[in-house]
Each structure stands twice: as C-alpha cells, then as structure tokens.
C-alpha cells in the first residue's frame, strides 16, 4: 500500500467535528494488518501525527496498517468501501486476524 509520491494528511480539528458527523473506528487484533477505507464525502483522521500511525489520507480514501490499538477517522457521506488483509495477504472474511471495523453514523463528539 505505498505510494510513488507522498500524499499530504490531514488531521483532526475540533471544528469539524459537526461537518464530519460519522465516525469508523478500526481495532487492531495482535496481528500485523493492512487496510483501506473509502467514503463518498470527507474523510479525517482522528490523529495529531498520521504519518506516525501508519497511515496515509488522500482525498476520501484512508490506507494504513495496524497491529494493535484503535485508530480513529471522522467522516461525511457513506462509507463506500472497506478493505482488510493480513500479513499473510489473507482477505476479510478468511482471516480472523484482521482489524474490526465499526461505523456509526451521527456519532457525538468524543
């Protein structure tokens, strides 16, 4: 999931919090994973440093990975499409090592 050129991020701010009233949370299980998600609005990484969390935002589309711990993204519209593969390169719904994804839509602030 690299890119040949870097993608400028963009970080959460408190004031968009009701322009981006959704929110997908992926959870990391012990394992080494990959993922995607794409929206048909905005899409914003709740994160000070994204770089630090692996993770790269460009327009709609989030890709990054994780092992352990939550990261967070607040969005508009809907979520257009969730990709997840383990290290192995195994697929969701055939790994069950691969982050959960939970999406909710109008989520308060947190």
Do not use: C
């Amino acid at each position: 999931m690299e890119r040949d050129t870097p993608v400028r991020n963009r970080t959460h701010s408190a004031a968009n919090d009701a322009q981006l009233p959704n929110l997908v949370t992926i959870v990391g299980r012990g394992v080494p994973s990959n993922y995607e998600i794409a929206v048909d609005g905005d899409l914003e990484m709740l994160a000070d440093d994204p770089m630090a969390e692996r993770t790269v935002l460009s327009g709609s589309v989030a890709e990054g990975a994780i092992d352990v711990g939550v990261q967070r993204f607040r969005f508009s519209g809907e979520m257009a499409n969730v990709h997840l593969v383990d290290w192995n390169g195994n697929e969701a719904p055939n790994s069950a090592s691969v982050p959960t994804v939970h999406v909710e839509y109008g989520a308060p602030n947190r």
